[in-house]
C-alpha cells in the first residue's frame, strides 16, 4: 500500500515520536525540525521544504511548551525562543500553507484558557493568562485571519508509554514517587490528561478530512491532581505518602498557571472519535510499559 505523504513539525517531540509511530503504516511523515535541519523560524527554509512536498496537509506540532521557560521569554518579547518558535515558526508554516495550498493541521493547547470557568468548550472565549498560552493563542488567530483552511487541534497534559527522551507527568510523578516515597498533590487544580495514542488516532480523522475550525482532542474525564496522583499510584501498585498542597503554595514564584481546565470534547464525538478517560488511558499505558 502507498503512503500518504505528511509534511510535519515536532515530529521528534514526546507527542510526535508517538504519533509518527502508531500512523507509519499509512503515513509518511516527513519532519520538518532541527533535527531534520530545518529551523521552523527560518522562512527560506520552511519554503523550501513545503515546496518539495507532495502533502497536501501540514501537521504543526512544533512549539516551546515549557511553562516557566516561555514565562522567562515574556521579557525578551519578540526575540525570545517562545515568541520565535510559537509565533514567528506558525506564521512561516501559515505563509507557506497559503503559498503552495496546503492545508494546516495546528495543535494547540488547554492554556489558551483563563482557567476561571467550570469547562471549557471549543466557542468559548480563549483569555490565556501565561505567556506560553498567549504564543500559541496568537498561532490560533493568525490561521483564523489567513484564508487558509485549518483545523485547531487542542490538547491537553498529554501522556504515553514510557519516551526516556522527555518523560510525560505521569512518568515523572512515578520516577518521583521511587525516589522520594511521597509526592506533593495540588488540592485545587483540575485538568484533563489526555492519552497519546488517542491523540493519534483522532488526528487520523483530521488528517483524511478537511474539518475546518477548533476542536478539543482531550482526554474524556478531568479531574484534581491530587486524585491522578492517586490513580497513577493505585494502577501502578506503588506505597507512596500523598501529601495535599494549594495552588498558592506550590506554584510560588513560577508562571501562574490556569486554575480550572476542564476541557469537554463533544465535539469530536460527532465525528466517531472516543478518548479514554485517565484510568483507562493509564491502564493502557502501564500495559505499554510492562
Known sequence: MTKIPILATGLSGL??????????????????SLTTGIDITDFEAVDKAVRESDSEVI??????????A????KILGDDGGAWRINVVGTDNIIACARKY?????????DFVFDGTSDEYHEDDLPNPVSWYGYTKHLGEEHLAESNVDFSVIRISYPYRNLFEPKKDFVHRIIDQFKKEGKIHALTDHIFTPTLVDDIATGLKVFLGRNLPGIYHLTGGSSLTTIDAVRTIAATYNIKCEIIPIDRATYFKDRAFR???????????????????????????????DS
Do not use: W
Open 15 to 32: 507527542v510526535g515520536t508517538r504519533i509518527s509511530e502508531i500512523l507509519s503504516s499509512e503515513y509518511e511523515f516527513r519532519d520538518v
Open 59 to 68: 501537521l504543526h506540532m512544533a512549539a516551546k511548551t515549557d511553562v516557566d
Open 70 to 73: 516561555c514565562e522567562d521569554d
Open 101 to 109: 495550498g496546503k492545508r494546516v493541521i495546528y495543535v494547540s493547547t
Open 258 to 288: 490556569p486554575f480550572k481546565l476542564a476541557l469537554k470534547n463533544d465535539k469530536i464525538s460527532k465525528l466517531g472519535i472516543t478518548m479514554s478517560d485517565f484510568a483507562q488511558g493509564l491502564k493502557t499505558v502501564k500495559q505499554q
